[in-house]
């Protein structure tokens, strides 16, 4: 799962790939901890992870392919 770092809050999101291609019209990638992330340069180093990411990618990845169902219902973006 790719990872970038939000401008914001200055902390490493991980950003589902899905999220990655819906974003790029705005700029803007939804996290897997719900935050709209505004990246900042590629060139920069990562900031610190965010905990809620690196545990929902945590538990995500270390459950049987189907208990990982919850995951996904819980990274959806909110109906706008």
Do not use: I, N
Request: charge should be positive; charged fraction near 20%.
């Amino acid at each position: 799962m790719p990872w970038m770092t939000c401008l914001m809050d200055g902390r490493h999101h991980a950003v589902a790939e899905p999220y990655l291609v819906a974003g790029l019209a705005e700029g803007r990638y939804l996290a897997a901890c719900g935050l709209r992330v505004t990246p900042g340069s590629m060139f920069s180093p990562p900031g610190r992870r965010c905990m809620s990411c690196h545990v929902l990618v945590t538990a995500r990845t270390s459950q049987p392919p189907g208990r990982r169902q919850w995951w996904r219902a819980a990274t959806r973006p909110p109906d706008e």
